[in-house]
């Protein structure tokens, strides 16, 4: 059956640059494997496989950047500024579970034997208008099967993270998993534990992005890769806790981690445990705080947050501010698979977003009033300051008095520099 793909014009500039120079060069991954199937991607996506070394590429183009000349892959800008990766036709000499040691390859068809699945494993030539797919890809694209390419175990045991690619691949696609390759997944799935934590993070964070992250998760649960991306997890997660999942909005994959974590370590989990987690897979300290902040705060009883101010502001300063949205959108999500709890989460958000736009402090420092005040009034310096003016922040928190500077300097005066009332 014949086909067309459309490719970027920048995409197919480069190829016939390197043709004109005697390189064969073919549309390669990810970009060439959405548009077999209809959806095309993203132009970023567009990889470029050729016969070209990396330093003959880089002589070719003006603007190269050298990404991985030792496994033979050089960035090239294209002419709509957007970079392109280009590498060379490529074969595994030693494979380790993690990364390859490669060996420049003379053929498209050497390159495409080693690559994972049937469905990464085509080429297409813009200028031929030609598919290369020597194992099968869009045969199994048509009949929504995902398969290995060659022997499943072997090509698991080549890199383990290719059990995560494919349970991505199967999730985010609607792909069947093929039986030997479920197989040798399954078989191969212990060697998770060998893979630096940053590919694993990668990985997952890509499953969390996607449209319904719960199809991959649940491959991950039924295939025994969850227990070796999260080993602190004791216990397996429950078909509403992948719903869960789904339900938070997609353009945060981080709110969508918190709520996996949320049904895995339990809204009370001690915050050294979810912090060693994340520190663990090496995580940013703003994520890891954005994470933890919801596991302080828990969704707990949300009609005590919209009805009980003190207990509210108290919540609101242990959380900070920056957190708020993100706790938000796990609420909201929490809400939509926990029958009638959609009013309760709306109450207290609107409450919390209440007191954001009156500015209630959350802190000492957002007092209207300072240590200053209280020395002026008679009060000697030291922690009596500081614990007064703590009583009065939980005071503005109870509605005792507003964060006005003349009534509580007012209120400050009949405590009196003793701590009296």
């Known amino acids: 059956m014949s086909m067309r793909i459309e490719v970027p014009r920048a995409v197919c500039e480069m190829v016939e640059r390197l043709e004109r120079a005697g390189f064969e060069t073919w549309t390669v991954g990810g970009a060439v494997r959405d548009a077999v199937r209809g959806s095309p991607g993203e132009r970023e996506d567009w990889d470029l496989a050729t016969r070209a070394h990396p330093r003959q590429v880089r002589r070719l183009f003006d603007r190269t950047v050298p990404l991985g000349v030792e496994y033979g892959t050089v960035g090239v800008f294209g002419s709509d500024g957007i970079m392109y990766e280009v590498t060379t036709f490529r074969h595994d000499v030693i494979t380790y579970g993690r990364k390859a040691v490669v060996a420049f390859a003379d053929s498209l068809q050497d390159d495409l034997a080693r690559r994972d699945f049937t469905v990464n494993a085509m080429a297409w030539h813009p200028g031929e208008h030609m598919l290369c797919d020597p194992h099968g890809g869009r045969n199994d694209l048509e009949k929504g099967v995902l398969r290995a390419v060659g022997i499943p175990s072997e090509r698991f045991r080549e890199d383990y993270l290719r059990v995560l690619r494919g349970l991505r691949f199967a999730g985010t696609l609607g792909l069947e998993v093929e039986p030997e390759t479920w197989a040798g997944m399954i078989e191969a799935a212990p060697g998770i534990s060998n893979l630096s934590v940053e590919r694993i993070r990668e990985e997952l964070m890509k499953v969390l992005a996607g449209p319904r992250p719960s199809r991959a998760l649940d491959l991950y649960r039924r295939c025994g890769a969850m227990e070796h991306v999260f080993p602190e997890i004791g216990r397996p997660f429950a078909d509403d806790a992948l719903a869960a999942v789904d339900a938070v909005q997609r353009r945060d994959p981080t709110a969508r981690l918190t709520m996996l974590l949320l049904h895995g370590l339990g809204v009370a989990a001690p915050l050294p445990v979810v912090s060693g987690l994340l520190v663990r897979l090496r995580f940013s300290n703003d994520e890891v705080e954005r994470i933890r902040s919801t596991f302080s705060g828990g969704i707990g009883p949300l009609e005590g947050v919209a009805d009980d101010a003190a207990a509210r502001r108290r919540w609101m300063a242990q959380t900070g501010q920056a957190a708020l949205r993100h706790v938000f959108l796990v609420w909201r999500a ?36 300072a240590g200053r005040d209280l020395v002026a009034l008679g009060w000697r310096p030291g922690p009596d300051i500081g614990r007064a003016l703590r009583r009065l922040l939980e005071a503005v928190w109870e509605d005792a008095v507003p964060n006005d500077r003349e009534r509580l300097i007012g209120m400050a005066e009949r405590m009196g520099p003793t701590g009296g009332t």
């Open 334 to 369: 929490a809400a939509l698979v926990g029958a009638g709890r959609e009013a309760a989460v709306e109450r207290a958000i609107a409450a919390i977003e209440r007191d954001v736009d009156q500015a209630v402090p959350l802190a000492i420092q957002e007092l209207a009033l």
